[in-house]
């Protein structure tokens, strides 16, 4: 696929994982712990932390940026992310359902099941993503139109910010602290244990969605085409849901609810390329969602003891970007006219 792009492009490519290499030998080197490979700690500090935030920045990157390429794709819509359908929503209520509702299931069991307690953040959020995965699939067959589930995604985001609100007034200060330092996002949480998971479940997620690149373009000329052509537009629509769910689940239920990656990828991704082939875009997407993330970690890792947090790195970065590209992108369409 990419061996056969034009030169510039082959370049651009190649420039691309060069910087990915680059950034992630300088966040494995970088720390409060000085590196020395003859040093056991050193070793030790690779294995259990730097190492897994690496890997855990790059495929967090490349999901959230492959699920806010679908979901512009499926919506036609230059502001869609990979939350747009309130899968983030979701996910986060079942984070507060385990952080600040902890308190209203039976301490026995979870002192009975260590695990529940390690992972049950995860699980949680897990469990919560796949709720609204489940009930916006069961409605898609029902309901005919792009915007109408639009609607819906954002209906479930205001039903779950309800009740994370009642959730936070009847929390202690402990819970409320716990639950707002999730919700800042981090690629730190994914231990050297939890890693096979993660790639395992990232990596499929990824490869289905380079399978999609023919059904993506054929897309782009609008629903009458795409059914002209053979194409079914319920299994496109059930897998372009599916994956975006997966891909953004799996981060956010380990991660934290990951800002902006999604919605501003794809537009730096058609902007360098200048193309909307996906069979460009999407592995595009993917490098430059893991070095944006990687680069936000690096930004994160130069104030240590302390990190700073990973949305607030992310929201200063990519606003200004996204503003300034879509008020370039209204006067081109402005110039066009």
Excluded at 3 to 29: A, E, G, H, R, W
Excluded at 142 to 154: A, T
């Amino acid at each position: 696929m990419i061996k056969d792009l034009p030169k510039n492009k082959f370049l651009l490519f190649l420039t691309m994982i060069l910087s990915l290499i680059t950034l992630s030998i300088f966040v494995l080197i970088k720390g409060p712990i000085p590196f020395n490979l003859d040093d056991p700690l050193t070793i030790d500090v690779l294995k259990e932390i730097r190492i897994p935030k690496v890997l855990t920045a790059i495929l967090a990157g490349a999901s959230l940026a492959t699920s806010g390429l679908l979901m512009q794709t499926f919506f036609q819509n230059p502001l869609a992310g990979p939350f747009v359908l309130g899968i983030q929503s979701g996910s986060s209520l079942g984070v507060a359902f385990w952080v600040l509702g902890l308190k209203w299931l039976p301490w026995s069991i979870i002192e009975r099941y260590p695990i529940l307690e390690r992972l049950g953040l995860t699980f949680s959020s897990m469990i919560g993503c796949l709720s609204i995965l489940f009930l916006l699939m069961f409605l898609s067959f029902r309901i005919s139109g792009k915007l109408i589930l639009l609607i819906l995604g954002l209906v479930f985001s205001y039903i779950s910010s309800g009740l994370i609100n009642i959730m936070s007034l009847l929390s202690k200060a402990n819970e409320l602290k716990s639950f707002f330092l999730w919700s800042q996002g981090s690629f730190q949480r994914v231990s050297f244990d939890d890693l096979s998971i993660f790639i395992s479940i990232s990596m499929v997620g990824l490869t289905l969605s380079l399978l999609l690149s023919k059904p993506l373009n054929i897309l782009l000329l609008g629903d009458r085409y795409a059914q002209s052509s053979g194409l079914s537009i319920k299994k496109i629509k059930t897998g372009l849901i599916f994956l975006t769910a997966i891909l953004s689940g799996l981060v956010t239920s380990f991660c934290g609810p990951v800002a902006f990656l999604g919605v501003l990828v794809p537009h730096l991704a058609r902007k360098i390329f200048q193309t909307g082939d996906h069979k460009i875009l999407l592995p595009a997407v993917m490098i430059l969602g893991a070095i944006i993330a990687l680069f936000s970690e690096a930004l994160s890792s130069l104030t240590d003891p302390i990190a700073l947090p990973l949305n607030a790195i992310l929201g200063i970065m990519g606003f200004p970007v996204l503003i300034v590209f879509l008020l370039r992108n209204k006067k081109q369409q402005e110039e066009d006219l």
